[in-house]
């Protein structure tokens, strides 16, 4: 099942601030209400922001003809690519589709479908290789997996990143129990991840952020599976806020510790961690939980969707066409 599609003319997606409670299909026609869709978080996930955002560049040209209205096409364009700032699936697919509108909507469409399929294959491609390397590294067949966030098919198109790792493992018969955490303020671990375990029928066991650290450290985990919204040249990585308090806590314990992403995701013109733009979404989603208020009125609050884990603590990023082991000192430019 696809979280997102181009269906007769518009972008088809499940709703992901309704699961797991309801499976529901927005259907969008116009650039405002993609982009609405985008910031409150309905489709969300790199890979799968940047094919939602390459769809949006060919809804922008059933609005404005670049020709007759540059300037309305290219706010339209902007918009869609500054929805959220950190994933660099998002701009990077949108430009890529904006570079050939020039050539007309159908030509748009085409290269917006090939986003598609390129990354349900690297998904496929990613799982795979994911799965070897995880046996390889901890050398057994019941491997019990930490992860954060969603990383699966509704973060992508069909299964995923890190989750597509998992999914794998599963498939082999080799994945003892996945541990998700639920992913504070937005609960994407609690909502999304589970519901995606539970269909794939895989054993997990969800647990509360801050338990995450101290369990590697009691070796209730053989490895940690994450995604990214961006790897940088250095091999820096954007991921989930809380990742890189389970990056330190993997390094202590000595668990391997995997970036799952596919290649859109290698953004190889930012150098380092510290150049990537975080987004801070606010106070809103620290104070309540899903509309009940948990702080009192007024609480000030500081709100990053997102942290870095600096190289050192990544064991290996695995794309689907390479795995880069940096803690044997491979690195982007030269390895894998
Ligand atoms: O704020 P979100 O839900 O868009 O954050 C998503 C993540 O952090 C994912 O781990 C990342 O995009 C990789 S998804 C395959």
Excluded at 1 to 24: C, F, H, K, N, Y
Excluded at 245 to 254: I, M, N, S, T
Excluded at 288 to 303: C, D, K, L, W, Y
Aim: charged residues 25%; glycine residues 10%; hydrophobic residues 50%.
């Amino acid at each position: 099942m696809r979280s997102l599609d181009w269906v007769d003319g518009a972008v088809e997606m499940i709703d992901q601030t309704r699961l797991p409670q309801e499976t529901a299909i927005l259907r969008l026609t116009s650039t405002a209400d993609l982009v609405a869709a985008i910031k409150r978080l309905s489709v969300r996930g790199a890979p799968a922001l940047g094919v939602a955002g390459a769809y949006g560049v060919v809804l922008a040209l059933a609005e404005h003809d670049p020709a007759a209205e540059p300037d309305r096409f290219a706010a339209a364009v902007a918009s869609l690519r500054t929805a959220r700032p950190t994933a660099v699936n998002l701009g990077r697919m949108v430009d890529r589709v904006a570079a050939v509108a020039g050539a007309g909507r159908e030509a748009a469409l085409a290269e917006a479908d090939r986003i598609r399929d390129e990354e349900l294959n690297a998904s496929l491609a990613m799982g795979e290789l994911g799965a070897d390397l995880v046996g390889q590294l901890v050398g057994h067949r019941e491997i019990r997996a930490m992860t954060i966030c969603n990383t699966g098919g509704l973060a992508s198109v069909e299964r995923g990143t890190a989750l597509a790792v998992i999914q794998a493992l599963h498939e082999r018969g080799e994945l003892s129990e996945a541990i998700p955490l639920e992913t504070r303020p937005l609960l994407q671990g609690g909502r999304l991840t589970t519901w995606e375990l539970a269909r794939m029928g895989a054993p997990h066991r969800l647990v509360v952020d801050s338990a995450g650290p101290f369990l590697l450290a009691r070796g209730a985990a053989d490895v940690v599976l994450i995604g990214a919204d961006r790897v940088v040249a250095n091999g820096d990585t954007a991921n989930k806020i809380g990742s890189f308090a389970l990056a330190l806590a993997a390094a202590d314990a000595g668990v391997p510790f995997i970036v799952v992403a596919p290649e859109s995701t290698v953004d190889t013109e930012t150098k380092t961690g510290d150049d990537i733009e975080i987004e801070d979404r606010g106070r809103a989603e620290v104070v309540a939980v899903r509309s009940m208020a948990i702080a009192p009125e007024g609480t000030a609050a500081i709100n990053p969707a997102f942290d870095v884990t600096p190289v050192r603590l990544v064991t290996a990023l695995v794309t689907e066409q390479r795995v880069v082991r940096f803690d044997l000192g491979q690195t982007l430019s030269e390895g894998g």
